[in-house]
């Protein structure tokens, strides 16, 4: 099992940053994609940022040039700098990993940080 523990959401007013973090423990070997997501009341859970171990990056396209994926694969975090934040970025923030052994791939979620952007 792996534990993710997300901390750094808040309030902000728009044109401001947050930054994001994410912890991971336990059996935390062969973790492979680290990300983010986030999700509103009125849309699905949509992909923000993606890492993998290797250092490749992939973000949505509302987000490019604005938000940062980065990640410590001593530490077991991986962190979103989110700058320019926008009203419709107000969303709750997940942290998702997939662990890849075996063969098999076990996605693991955190239990979510509420980011609010203010006009």
């Known amino acids: 099992q792996v534990q993710l523990v997300e901390s750094g959401g808040g309030l902000v007013q728009a044109g401001g940053s947050l930054r994001l973090s994410c912890a991971a423990s336990?059996?935390?070997?062969?973790?492979?994609?680290m990300g983010w997501y986030r999700q509103t009341p009125e849309k699905q859970r949509e992909l923000v940022a993606s890492?993998?171990?290797?250092?490749?990056?992939n973000y949505a396209d509302s987000v490019k040039g604005r938000f940062t994926i980065s990640r410590d694969n001593v530490k077991n975090t991986v962190s979103l700098q989110m700058n320019s934040l926008k009203v419709e970025d107000t969303a709750a923030y997940y942290c998702?990993?997939?662990?890849?052994?075996?063969?098999?791939?076990?996605?693991?979620w955190g239990q979510g940080t509420q980011v609010t952007v203010s006009p």
């Open positions: 336990g059996n935390i070997f062969s973790i492979e994609t």
């Open positions: 998702k990993a997939e662990q890849k052994s075996l063969g098999l791939t076990r996605t693991y």
């Open positions: 890492i993998s171990s290797g250092g490749v990056t």
